[in-house]
């Protein structure tokens, strides 16, 4: 059964950074991929980035780009997200998910609060 533990949400600043980490366990072979999303109050969730566990080819949704860097660390099955000149509407739930064999996202976590204030 795989685990994904996300941590590193909070309280900042509009304008500041934060970075999210997200620790997968229980699955002994490499990952396809893995990602995050995320769901503000009284909207849709919705795909912020992901990145392929081989090559490391990253995707970003729109509203990100160019603020918003996911990586990962193989050895330590781990992914992060850098997310720098965050704006209020950056206020939502993240979560962390892993697609196992490229045919979407099997496993999700159970979310880190991320809240931007002005």
């Known amino acids: 059964q795989v685990q994904l533990v996300e941590s590193g949400g909070g309280l900042v600043q509009a304008g500041g950074s934060l970075r999210l980490s997200c620790a997968a366990s229980?699955?002994?072979?490499?990952?396809?991929?893995m990602g995050w999303f995320r769901q503000a109050p009284g909207k849709e969730r919705e795909f912020v980035a992901v990145?392929?566990?081989?090559?490391?080819?990253?995707y970003y949704a729109d509203s990100v780009k160019g603020r918003f860097t996911i990586s990962r660390d193989n050895a330590k099955n781990t992914v992060y997200l850098q997310m720098n000149s965050l704006k209020i509407e950056d206020t939502a739930v993240y979560y962390c998910?892993?697609?196992?064999?490229?045919?979407?996202?099997?496993?999700w976590g159970q979310g880190t609060q991320v809240t931007v204030s002005s």
């Open positions: 998910v892993s697609d196992l064999n490229g045919g979407g996202y099997d496993y």
């Open positions: 990145i392929r566990w081989s090559g490391g080819s990253t």
């Open positions: 229980g699955r002994t072979s490499r990952y396809y991929a």
